[in-house]
C-alpha cells in the first residue's frame, strides 16, 4: 500500500514539473465513426527537446504509438511553449483504454481514454463557461458527476478573449485536473464564439485554433476569405503558425458520434450563411448525413430566442428552412446566458435585414408536442444552454412567462445548468440540469 501511494506521489510530481498543460483529449480529424477508432491527445510543455513518447495499453501490454508532432505557439505573455499531438490509434469502439505519456523514458502521465462510442452514448453540452468563476468550476464538477462520454461547448470557450495566456489560467485548470480528471477521459468538442476570435491588440487572442484539435472538414477557407477569422497580419502571426491547417478552416465542421450527426457551424458575424459557398457545404453535409437518426446543428448564436440579452443576435434565422429541409432534430447554442427550449419549430423569413436587427418571418409551431406523451416532433427544437459558468442574463424572465416569445416553452436564467443528451437508437432524452444534479427540465424525443 505504502509503495503504490509513493509510485502514485511520484508520478504526480514528474507530471507536475513535465506540463505547462497537462495531456487532454480531442477528437482530431476523425469525423466519422471506425472500426479502428482514434482519438488525439495533445499537451502543452517548454520550448526545449525532450523524447516524448505515448503508450496505449493493448491485450498483450503497452503499444507504442507514432512520435508525437508539435507546434511552437509564440505569443506574449506566455513564454514560447509547445504544443504536442499524438494519436491514439487503433482503438476498439466504446472501449475504456489505459494510456501513458512519456518524457526522457520516465512515465509522467497515465490516464484512461473513451473512445468513441457506437451506439448509445451521453453527450453532455453547455455554452459561455470559462471565466474563471465559481459557477464554472461548480457547473465543472457536475458535469464530471454525470459521466459524459463527450463534451460539446457551444462557443465563448474561454473568457476574455480567448486568448492561450486564458486557457492556461481558466480552461485547462478547470476541466482537467486531478479533482476534475474530466478532459483526459473524453474528448472535448466546441465551437468558437464570438469570444474566440482574433482579437485586436491580443497577439495570443483566438487560441481555439492551436489548442482544439477538431476535424477539417468544414467549408475549405483560407485565410483572408470573407467567411474566414479575420486575424491581422504582423499581429496574429504566431497562432496562425501554431495553428498549422486548423487555422481557419476548423471553425467549422461535422462529425458523428453514435447514430447522430452533428453539424458545427461558426456562426460569428464575419461569417454569411447565406453565401454560396457556406450554404453549398452545409446542404452538403447534411444531404451526406442521411444515415444519422439524429442530426443536431451546433453553433454559438441562437436562431430563435427569448432573452432580452442579444435578441436582435438574429442572423443565423435564415439558415432554418435549410436544416428543416434535412430533418435537423435539434439546434444547441449559447451565447445567451441562461437555459431556454422551444417548441418544433419552423420558420420561413421574410425580412432579412443588417445584422443585430430582428430577422422577421412566418412561423409553424408544433402545438402538440410535449416531449411527455407526444414525443414526435413536427419542426426543430432549439435549445440556448449557455449557462456554463459565465454570469447569467435577466434573471428575472425565469418567472416572467409574459417576456417569452410564444414558442419559448422554459426559461431558466436564475440557475447555472448543463445540458445531457442520452441517445439510444430511436430515443433521445434530453435534460437540463444545475450543478447540484438537480434537473430543470427533461423531454423525450423518438422517431
Ligand atoms: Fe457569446
Known amino acids: 500500500m505504502r509503495s503504490l501511494l ?31 477508432e482514434r482519438l488525439d491527445l495533445l499537451w502543452h510543455a517548454e520550448d526545449r527537446e525532450a523524447a516524448w513518447t505515448v503508450e496505449v495499453r493493448g491485450p498483450k501490454g503497452w503499444i507504442l504509438q507514432a512520435a508525437p508532432v508539435f507546434h511552437r505557439l509564440d505569443a506574449p505573455p506566455l513564454p514560447a511553449h509547445r504544443i504536442y499531438r499524438a494519436t491514439l490509434g487503433n482503438l476498439v469502439p466504446g472501449t475504456v483504454v489505459p494510456y501513458r505519456v512519456k518524457r526522457d523514458a520516465a512515465v509522467v502521465f497515465e490516464a484512461e481514454a473513451q473512445a468513441r462510442k457506437p451506439g448509445a452514448h451521453r453527450m453532455v453540452v453547455f455554452g459561455d463557461a470559462a471565466d474563471g468563476s465559481k459557477g464554472q468550476a461548480a457547473i465543472a464538477q457536475a458535469v464530471l458527476a454525470a459521466r459524459p462520454d463527450a463534451v460539446f461547448i457551444t462557443g465563448d470557450l474561454v473568457y476574455g478573449r480567448g486568448r492561450a495566456a486564458e486557457y492556461r489560467t481558466v480552461f485547462f485548470p478547470f476541466y482537467n485536473s486531478e479533482t476534475v480528471p474530466l478532459l483526459r477521459r473524453v474528448p472535448f468538442l466546441g465551437v468558437p464564439g464570438n469570444h474566440d476570435v482574433p482579437f485586436a491588440n491580443y497577439p495570443d487572442a483566438a487560441a481555439y485554433f492551436a489548442y482544439w484539435a477538431q476535424p477539417l472538414n468544414g467549408p475549405a477557407l483560407k485565410a483572408g476569405d470573407k467567411n474566414a477569422a ?8 504566431a497562432v496562425v503558425a501554431a495553428s498549422g491547417a486548423a487555422f481557419p478552416r476548423m471553425a467549422s465542421f461535422s462529425f458523428d458520434y453514435g447514430n447522430v450527426h452533428w453539424t458545427v457551424l461558426d456562426s460569428n458575424a464575419y461569417t454569411d450563411w447565406e453565401s454560396p459557398a457556406l450554404k453549398a457545404w452545409l446542404e452538403a453535409d447534411l444531404a451526406a448525413a442521411k444515415h444519422a437518426t439524429w442530426r443536431i446543428v451546433a453553433l454559438h448564436h441562437p436562431l430563435f430566442q427569448s432573452s432580452r440579452t442579444h435578441f436582435d443576435d438574429q442572423w443565423m434565422r435564415p439558415i432554418s428552412p435549410v436544416l428543416e429541409k434535412y430533418g435537423v432534430d435539434l439546434v444547441l447554442a449559447g451565447h445567451v446566458h441562461n437555459y431556454q427550449r422551444s417548441a418544433p419549430l ?40 449557455g449557462g456554463g459558468g459565465a454570469e447569467l442574463y435577466d434573471l428575472w424572465q425565469t418567472e416572467a412567462r409574459v417576456s417569452w416569445q410564444p414558442w419559448t416553452r422554459i426559461l431558466r436564467s436564475d440557475t447555472h445548468s448543463f445540458t445531457v443528451l442520452d441517445v439510444e ?23
Open 6 to 36: 509513493l509510485a502514485f506521489l511520484t508520478l504526480l510530481l514528474r507530471a507536475q514539473g513535465a506540463f505547462l498543460v497537462q495531456p487532454y483529449l480531442q477528437l482530431g480529424d476523425a469525423p466519422r465513426a471506425a472500426r479502428a
Open 425 to 447: 437508437g430511436p430515443t433521445l432524452k434530453l435534460r437540463q440540469l444545475d450543478a447540484q444534479g438537480r434537473e430543470l427540465d427533461a423531454i423525450t424525443l423518438t422517431k
Open 230 to 237: 479575420p486575424v491581422i497580419p504582423g499581429l496574429h502571426d
Open 346 to 385: 419552423r420558420f420561413r423569413p421574410t425580412r432579412i435585414g443588417r445584422r443585430g436587427r430582428p430577422v422577421e418571418g412566418e412561423f409553424t409551431v408544433d402545438e402538440a408536442f410535449d416531449g411527455q406523451k407526444v414525443t414526435r416532433a413536427r419542426g426543430i427544437i432549439h435549445i440556448v444552454t
